[in-house]
């Protein structure tokens, strides 16, 4: 079976660890996840969104900080 073009209810829950669909709302606005609401008011989040997410934060994070060779403070 392929795999669902956005994230199942168990898997929200376990990204944001809420179930109500209000506090998971909260926690994606919070954390700058891009989501959209359907006409029940849950979460839906698109498995690529999250991949692509996921991506650029690990490449901030690998990226050297250059200001540092110079001497200057981050």
Not at 21 to 34: A, G, P, V, Y
Not at 40 to 50: A, E, T, V
């Amino acid at each position: 079976m392929a795999e669902s073009i956005i994230l199942t209810d168990d898997e929200l829950h376990i990204l944001t660890g809420k179930k109500r669909k209000n506090l998971q709302i909260q926690w994606l606005r919070e954390n700058k996840f891009c989501f959209y609401t359907n006409l029940l008011g849950k979460p839906i989040i698109l498995r690529s969104s999250l991949n692509q997410k996921v991506n650029i934060e690990q490449k901030q994070q690998q990226e050297p900080d250059f200001g540092a060779l110079n001497g200057k403070e981050p």
